[in-house]
């Protein structure tokens, strides 16, 4: 346990609903990242935070996705009117912002768009 | 951002030695080298990183080339619990950089009991 944790750790959806995830980062850690993860592949960058700023936007993430960090601490991620292409594993890593910046990543979300 | 190319799979006998190749031809100055791996059903755990000099900690040591255009992840003794992908990762550390992590698809370890 890396003290990262992720709510749910599975969804199963119908194409063209919405569904939210959380994320609890390390209490002290001010940044925070969301990835995704398909089979078979490396987790690729989709968004992230300094406290509640969100700093950076991959080109992944389109309209539909949109990510919160109201008050610097918990994470949502929302995906709006999903694809069965949103079919992914969904990870999330917070970081403490200083040095090399070590990330330590939740167990992550598993999406099944039906 | 630099690239890393690594095998896709390795194998090894349990208790013994693994070393992990990475290369990296086109490192710049300003990138640590990172190694992350990946158990199955988890997310990315950090295993260790460097820049230039010889790393140990109790995972793992993580030896890097003199001309930094490759490195090499070791296990000094693999346990059954050690099968993960391995990703090795360049981050640079120069003023606007990326902050995230580019993962690559890493080698797949087996260890065989």
């Known amino acids: 346990d890396t003290g990262v944790s992720q709510d749910p750790r599975h969804k199963i959806t119908k194409r063209g609903q919405n569904v939210t995830f959380r994320c609890d980062p390390i209490s002290e850690h001010n940044r925070l990242y969301w990835y995704r993860q398909t089979l078979g592949q490396g987790p690729e960058f989709l968004t992230y935070f300094q406290n509640e700023a969100q700093l950076e936007k991959s080109r992944l993430l389109s309209d539909r996705f949109s990510a919160e960090r109201p008050k610097g601490s918990f994470s949502t991620l929302e995906i709006q009117r999903t694809e069965q292409g949103d079919s992914a594993m969904y990870l999330c890593?917070?970081?403490?912002?200083?040095?090399?910046?070590?990330?330590?990543f939740g167990p992550g979300t598993r999406l099944l768009v039906l | 951002d630099a690239k890393t190319t690594q095998p896709n799979s390795m194998e090894s006998n349990e208790e013994e030695p693994v070393h992990l190749p990475c290369n990296h031809s086109t490192i710049s100055g300003t990138d640590y080298i990172h190694w992350y791996r990946q158990l199955p059903s988890q997310g990315p755990e950090y295993v260790i990183h460097?820049?230039?000099s010889n790393v140990n900690n109790r995972m793992a040591s993580l030896a890097i080339a003199e001309d930094r255009k490759s490195s090499t992840l070791i296990l000094h003794r693999a346990t059954l619990r050690d099968a993960a992908v391995y990703y090795c990762?360049?981050?640079?550390?120069?003023?606007?950089?990326?902050?995230?992590?580019?993962f690559g698809s890493g080698t797949q370890l087996t260890v065989l009991p």
């Open positions: 460097g820049l230039t």
């Open positions: 990762i360049l981050r640079d550390v120069a003023p606007g950089s990326a902050r995230q992590l580019t």
């Open positions: 890593a917070s970081s403490q912002g200083t040095g090399q910046e070590t990330q330590y």
